[in-house]
């Protein structure tokens, strides 16, 4: 199984990659909104919701991973006993040694996988952050029409915007190709398994990888 190094390349290549990522310098105090009567307020509910569905976005990648990892779990308990039937030449020690190509495969495309999610995750957050950029915009463009005094510059969030946009954009390219690649992962584990029920016959499709 490939783990460790693959894994450690990831890690410390997303890390470099975002060091480098945009921030949130223009924001709008809180405070000035609640000056506003709540009726006024309404025009940045839509922004404050894109907003919230980013969160739950970060949040469904989370319990991704946490599933993928108690799955990996489970396989590495599994693959344990069959390395104990494996000894010997009896069709249930055969058996069990093809069945444990299968079980490295799946864990290896599942490591990778936790890898493919810990750069969704990041992309997730930078999708947070352009929806924050956005609802800063919807609050300045809120107050100055109410014309309450604050010197942020309309030009300056939107240009703010338009810098995370970017780098989003990249982003999600980044995550696009890094799918394709765990998309062939997943592609050579299904070919072990192929080889796997043909060699055991038809009646091995309620095997338990199913």
């Not at 890690?11 to 000056?35: E, I, K, N, W, Y």
């Not at 510059?153 to 939107?158: I, L, R």
Request: net charge neutral.
């Amino acid at each position: 199984m490939k783990t460790g190094r693959i894994a450690a390349i990831g890690f410390m290549g997303a890390l470099l990659f975002c060091a480098c990522g945009p921030s949130l310098s223009h924001t709008v105090p809180d405070d000035l909104l609640q000056r506003l009567p709540k009726k006024s307020r309404r025009s940045v509910f839509q922004a404050e919701t894109i907003v919230t569905i980013a969160v739950d976005r970060k949040s469904a990648i989370k319990r991704d991973q946490e599933t993928t990892r108690r799955d990996i779990g489970t396989l590495k308990e599994r693959l344990a006993v069959l390395e104990k039937e494996s000894s010997g030449d009896s069709p249930a020690a055969q058996r069990a040694r093809a069945e444990i190509k299968v079980i490295e495969a799946q864990i290896d495309f599942m490591e990778r996988k936790l890898e493919h999610l810990e750069l969704a995750l990041e992309v997730a957050d930078d999708e947070l952050l352009l929806a924050r950029a956005q609802f800063e915009l919807a609050k300045l463009q809120l107050v100055k029409k109410h014309a309450i005094a604050f010197d942020g510059q309309e030009k300056d969030f939107e240009e703010q915007i338009a810098d995370i946009q970017r780098y989003v954009d990249k982003r999600r390219r980044k995550l696009q190709a890094d799918a394709a690649e765990l998309k062939r992962e997943e592609d050579r584990f299904m070919e072990v398994k192929k080889r796997y029920f043909s060699s055991v016959g038809e009646s091995a499709k309620g095997w338990w990888t199913e």
